[in-house]
């Protein structure tokens, strides 16, 4: 008997030990987008070779279907430069009226870097200013509009934060909405795949994206002078929905182009590239677009997060939402299991008092036994 009781015991705590450990963590998940698009430098491609690209970092994908069709160690954490503007821009956009006059200030004027030319004292309208920031990639008119926006730069910097993990950038951290070398900031080709994703799907932003000339104030002299888009796939090449270009010193020649062609729509992101960047965007856009019925998707871009609706609570109760007279419990999750974490998630569901009961019993049993064999003695 007590060999049967050990027995038990010892299988009740094998089997609610591993239940626990499942239940804490699930395991580690694979990369973001699918199994191949890790950080490592290895390109990965299926179905014919890709062109050699010299940047340490890349990801070519069909922003209609998500299928990303060769990547180059897509969730690499690096410096983004100025193409971190697009991020800026998705949450900019929504919030500010395109006809608001912002006046420029000396900290505008100020910011080091790139600039298109915030003079202090002078009115820009918000949609110019987003010209300045698309195609000059202009520090001085992002400092503006985001200063222009509720909260001001550290707000901004908050809601590109949260933006990024509401579309599933999860490589992504701002500390600065211009795109400088910031400490802690970072994204990867991956996320500004997103980012381009996530932009297109607006008229607006992909107008100010596909721009090539605008005229800004000249200060002091009057008239304007001509801004030019820094993107040069606008002006060589056939189907270019332009996008954003970057380069800092420490994160070197950054950037996002997309083109049409043929019904399909591509994005091409590339990071810490040498000169010549946008020689090799074009490359692999031809070769894509090429080869485009012979590839087999390596992976996926996610789809955001689905939106909160509005609350309309009155109170809440735990595990429970309270909708005025009524209580409302919240859906359950429709997640799938194979069968194995099936079998291991209804077991864990089972109350621990379950798994006590067998021994408790038996060593009831046990205990009760030798007063049952003394009165058979009498």
């Not at 950054?254 to 091409?268: E, K, M, Y």
Request: hydrophobic residues 40%; proline residues 7%.
């Amino acid at each position: 008997m007590r060999l049967l009781l050990t027995a038990c015991a010892t299988t009740a705590l094998v089997v609610a030990g591993p239940l626990t450990a499942t239940a804490a963590g699930q395991g580690p998940q694979g990369p973001v987008g699918g199994d191949l698009l890790t950080a490592k430098p290895t390109v990965v491609a299926d179905g014919a070779a890709p062109p050699a690209v010299q940047a340490s970092a890349y990801v070519v994908a069909d922003i209609d279907t998500g299928d990303v069709l060769v990547a180059k160690a897509p969730h690499a954490k690096l410096r983004p430069a100025s193409t971190l503007k697009t991020l800026t821009a998705l949450v900019l956009l929504p919030r500010l009226k395109k006809t608001d006059p912002v006046v420029g200030t000396d900290a505008d004027a100020g910011i080091i870097g790139s600039k298109v030319g915030v003079y202090p004292g002078l009115r820009y309208t918000v949609d110019l200013l987003f010209q300045g920031m698309f195609l000059a990639s202009g520090n001085d008119a992002v400092h503006a509009l985001a200063a222009h926006d509720q909260g001001g730069i550290p707000a901004t910097i908050q809601r590109m934060n949260q933006k990024a993990k509401e579309i599933g950038a999860d490589d992504t951290h701002v500390t600065d909405p211009t795109g400088l070398d910031a400490d802690g900031q970072f994204s990867s080709a991956y996320d500004l795949a997103l980012f381009a994703q996530a932009g297109l799907a607006r008229p607006d932003f992909a107008k100010y994206a596909a721009t090539k000339y605008t005229a800004f104030p000249n200060a002091g002299k009057g008239g304007t002078y001509q801004v030019a888009n820094q993107n040069k796939l606008l002006f060589s090449y056939d189907g270019a929905l332009g996008v954003k270009t970057g380069y800092t010193t420490l994160a070197r020649n950054t950037f996002i182009g997309a083109a049409r062609r043929n019904g399909h729509t591509l994005v091409v992101t590339l990071m810490n590239a040498p000169h010549g960047v946008t020689e090799d965007a074009s490359n692999l856009l031809t070769w894509t677009f090429k080869n485009y019925t012979k590839l087999n998707p390596v992976g996926t871009l996610v789809k955001p997060a689905a939106a909160v609706p509005p609350k309309a609570e009155t109170g809440t109760t735990e595990g429970k939402i309270t909708t005025g007279t009524s209580t409302a419990h919240p859906p359950r999750s429709r997640t799938v299991l194979n069968p194995g974490q099936a079998v291991q998630s209804l077991a864990f569901r089972v109350p621990a008092w379950v798994y006590a009961a067998p021994p408790v019993l038996l060593l009831g049993l046990f205990l009760r036994r030798p007063k049952a064999l003394r009165r058979r003695r009498h």
